[in-house]
Nanobody
């Protein structure tokens, strides 16, 4: 059974940084794509970043490119999301997700989800 456990959310001022972690267990993830999504109240779930576990290829939407960095630690089976230059519009619940196979940015293409961690950015 795949388990994804996020941590690292919190409250930060605009311009600040946070690092989210996603500890994955229950499977060998070498053929998986790991992603971060976020969802603000009343909004749709939005793709934030993805990484291919096999070759480390990364993917970002324009809204976070240059500010967010996704990475993985194979030994710890953990994926990270380093978020810099945070803005109030980045406020949301952030979710870690996994799918077996290549990168896709639609949330419905992911089979496994963490419980989410709140990120709040004050102005």
């Amino acid at each position: 059974q795949v388990q994804l456990v996020e941590s690292g959310g919190g409250l930060v001022q605009a311009g600040g940084s946070l690092r989210l972690s996603c500890a994955a267990s229950g499977r060998t993830f070498s053929t998986y794509t790991m992603s971060w999504f976020r969802q603000a109240p009343g909004e749709e779930r939005e793709f934030v970043a993805a990484i291919s576990w096999s070759d480390g290829a990364t993917y970002y939407p324009d809204s976070v490119k240059g500010r967010f960095t996704i990475s993985r630690d194979n030994a710890k089976n953990t994926v990270y999301l380093q978020m810099n230059s945070l803005q109030p519009e980045d406020t949301a619940v952030y979710y870690c997700a996994a799918r077996q196979g290549p990168y896709r940015n639609g949330w419905s293409r992911y089979d496994y989800w963490g419980q989410g961690t709140q990120v709040s950015v004050s102005s």
